[in-house]
C-alpha cells in the first residue's frame, strides 16, 4: 500500500458519546461529531443531484448517535442513526479530505505567492491571446498565474476596440459600471477623472469608492507611441505582511480603522468606508485598498489623527519604493489583469506629444476561479 | 442667528503646536490637525475638478504648521503654511461637516432602519413601475426605501419577459453571472438549482458562494396561479442583532467562524468562505450570509463544532421564526428587490398544479446608492 492509499485507509474506529474517532494508515488521527457527519451524508435524501444538502440542519438532534455502525466491505464508514434509523455511508477519501483537525486545515489552505520587484528577474506571468483563445490548457494555465500572481499579462491581443471584453468573456463577465461596459484611458480635455490625463498616477486600487469594488480590471494597449506611460505593479499582500513584520503598529492601525473614498460627476456619487488592509476573520490580508486621489477626509478618534497620518505616509512611501515594484510597457496588443482587491498598479507619467491609448474594463473573480476550477476538472478527468 | 447658523460659526481659535482648536457658535469645540487640514486643502492645485486629491499626502511634514492663521470677513479660517507659503482656505459649513469629535461621528452616522414582522401592519415599502419610470422625485422615494428597508415592492411592472432588467436600468446595473442577466425562476425537470423545483425554500441569501456576492437581487412575477409560493424576507441585521443581545456567545461564533459555501454544476464551480454575520472593523453588522442549501462541510477546531452547531440551529431557527418575517404574495406585475447582504429571502412551496413564473436578475448596491445621492442633490439644488 503507498502512503497515498495509507492516508485514505481506515485501520480503527473509536465510537464515543458524541463523536467518531478514526485512526488513518498514515497515523493520522480525525474527529468526526455525529452531528456533522449526520448534517453531511452524501445519500440522495440528504443531497440533491446539484449537491445542494436538503437536510433541514436545524433539525439534526444535537446529541444524535449512531444506531450501529462498521467499515464496509469497501473501506468506507456505513452507520444507522438511531434517532429515525436513517442509513448513511462516507467514503473514507472524502472523509479524510474534509478532516478538520487544524493541522489538517492547514495543510490543505492555499497562501498566496506574494513577489516584489525580483519577480521581473524570474519572468513575469504572460501568455498568449490566440493560445489562450484556442486551448483550454492555455487558458487554465494562464488563469492559473492570474490566481496564484495576482496579475498576468497577455500579449497578441488584436489592437481592436473592444477586445479587452472579449477577453473576459473567455472566463467570466464584464461588471458594467458607471464608467460604461469598457472605457477608455488616453489625455483627454476637461477629465472628470485623473487617469484621462498625462499624469504619473501612482499605485492604486481602482474604484476604492465602489462597493462592491470591482475585483478584476483589465488594460488593454490600443496605441502607444508617447514617451513614458510605464505600468508599475505592486503585490498588496506582500506590502501589508512586510508592514505586519516590520511595523505591527502601522499595520494595526491601516487594518483597523476605515478610511472613506469618495468620487463624484454630474451623473455620478460613490462613497465606501473600508479600511486600507482588509483582514479576514483569521487575520489575514483578504484585500487592499488604496487611492490617495479619492481618500476622503480622515474621521478618527482625535488621538489617532496623527498616528494614522504616520502609517498612511509610511503605507504609500513603501508602494513608491521600487524594490516592491514590477514595471513593464505595454505594447500595442499587449493587455494586462490584475486583481483589484490584491495587486496595486500605476502609471509613470507620459508627455503630450505621441498618444497612448488603452481601453479598459472591469469584470470579478468568481467568474474567473470558477472557469479555472471546472477547467482543471475537465482536463485531469 | 439660527441654531442653524450657530452650528457653522467660528467663535474662536486656539492654536497650538499640533493642531488647531475651534469653538463654535452653539458650544461644540472642533479639533483639526494641521497635516489633515493640508491634506485636505480645498483649493485648484491641491484637489481636482473632479474632487480628486491633487496634494501628495506622504509628502506632507507630519510637524508642518501655520505661518499665520486667522477667520476671514467671510467667515472662513484662512492659513498660510510655514514650510512652503502655500494658501489654504476653509469654509466653516465644510469644516463642521468634517469633524471628527467623536460625538459628532455619532450624529452623522446614519444607521439602517431594522424592522421584524410588525412591519406589515406599519405598511411595506412599495412604489409604483409607472411612477418610478416617469418621474424622479418617485424614483428617489424608492430607492431611499431600498436603502433604509434592504427590501421594496414595486407594482405595475409589465409581465414581458426581460422587464426586470429594465428595472434595474433605472438605477445601476445588472450584475451578469453563470446563471445569465436575467434567470427564469420555476419548477423544471432535472434542476441544477432547488430554487428550479416547487420546494420551500426557507430564507437565506442568493449566491453565498460567490465572492463578490451580487449585493441586489430582483424577482419579478410573470405568472402566478399556482397555490402557495409566498414571499419571506427577513431582515438579518434585526436578526443578527437581536442574537447579539440575547445570545452573545452564538453571535460571536456565527460572527467570528467562517463558512464555506459551494456551488458546482457541468459548467461552474463556485466556492467562497466567510462568517454568516459579517461585521465591519468598528464591530458593526456589515452582512448576512446564509443558505442551508449551500453551505460545506464545517471546518472549525473540533472543539469549536457542537457550539458552533448549536448557534447555527439557533439562527436557522429565528429566521422560520414568523414574528421576524414579511410575508407577501407577489401577483403578476409585482417586483421586490433585495439588499442581499442585510435582507433573507425565502417561499413557501408551491403546487404543481397552476403556474409560477418568476424572472430574477442580480445586480449592485453602488449603482443604486449613487444614483439615489445623485437624485438628491438635483432635487434639492
Redo the contacts between chains.
Keep these: 500500500m503507498n502512503q497515498e492509499q495509507l492516508t485514505t485507509t481506515i485501520i480503527m474506529l473509536l465510537d464515543s458519546e ?2 467518531l474517532t478514526v485512526n488513518w494508515g498514515d497515523g493520522h488521527q480525525s ?1 468526526f ?1 455525529y ?2 457527519l449526520r ?2 451524508c452524501p445519500c440522495p435524501q440528504s443531497r ?7 437536510v ?3 433539525a ?1 438532534p ?1 446529541d444524535i448517535r449512531p444506531h450501529s455502525l462498521h467499515v464496509d466491505e469497501s473501506g468506507a464508514i456505513a452507520v444507522v442513526w438511531a434517532n429515525d434509523g436513517h442509513a448513511s455511508r462516507y467514503e473514507p477519501a472524502w472523509l479524510r479530505a ?1 478532516c ?3 493541522a489538517e ?1 492547514a495543510r490543505r489552505r492555499q497562501r498566496p505567492l506574494l513577489w516584489e520587484a525580483t519577480l521581473m528577474d524570474r519572468g513575469l506571468p504572460r501568455g498568449n491571446y490566440s493560445e489562450i483563445a484556442s486551448d483550454n490548457g492555455a487558458l487554465r494555465e494562464w488563469l492559473a498565474l492570474v490566481k496564484s500572481h495576482g496579475f498576468a499579462i497577455l500579449h497578441g491581443v488584436p489592437t481592436e476596440s473592444g477586445m479587452v471584453t472579449e477577453v473576459v468573456a473567455l472566463f467570466g ?6 464608467y460604461g461596459r469598457l472605457f477608455d484611458v488616453k489625455s483627454v480635455a ?5 487617469a484621462y490625463t498625462g499624469l504619473a498616477l501612482g499605485a492604486h486600487t481602482d474604484n476604492p469608492y ?4 470591482p ?1 478584476l480590471q483589465l488594460l488593454h494597449c490600443l496605441t502607444s507611441s508617447a514617451e513614458g506611460g510605464d505600468s508599475t505593479l505592486v503585490d498588496g499582500f506582500g506590502l501589508a505582511d512586510f508592514l505586519r513584520q516590520e511595523e505591527p503598529e502601522s499595520f494595526r492601525l491601516l ?4 478610511v472613506r473614498f ?4 454630474d ?6 468606508e473600508f ?1 486600507l488592509i482588509q483582514l ?3 487575520g489575514e490580508v483578504a484585500g487592499v485598498r488604496f487611492n ?4 476622503a ?6 488621538d489617532l ?2 498616528p494614522y ?2 502609517a ?2 509610511r503605507f ?2 513603501l508602494l ?1 519604493d521600487q524594490r516592491f515594484q514590477v514595471r513593464f510597457k505595454l505594447a500595442p496588443g499587449d493587455l494586462f489583469i490584475v486583481d483589484n482587491t490584491r495587486v496595486l498598479h500605476g502609471r509613470t507619467g507620459f508627455a503630450s506629444a505621441g498618444e497612448r491609448h488603452l481601453q479598459g474594463c472591469y469584470a ?4 474567473l ?2 472557469r479555472l ?2 477547467l482543471s ?1 475537465q482536463l485531469t478527468a
Tied chains: 1, 2.
Excluded: K, M
Aim: charged share 25%; proline share 8%.
Design positions: 458524541r463523536a474527529l461529531h452531528v456533522w448534517d453531511n440533491h443531484a446539484s449537491g445542494q444538502r436538503l433541514e440542519t436545524a439534526i444535537l474534509h478538520y483537525a487544524p486545515q463577465y464584464v461588471r458594467e459600471t458607471n476637461d477629465p472628470i477623472n485623473l465602489r462597493d462592491p469594488v475585483t487594518s483597523t480603522l476605515p469618495r468620487f463624484r460627476s451623473d455620478t456619487d460613490l462613497s465606501a479600511p479576514d476573520t483569521q490617495n486621489r479619492s481618500a477626509p480622515f474621521a478618527f478618534a482625535p489623527i496623527e497620518y504616520r498612511y505616509q504609500a512611501r513608491d470579478d473573480r468568481d467568474g476561479y470558477s476550477a471546472v476538472r
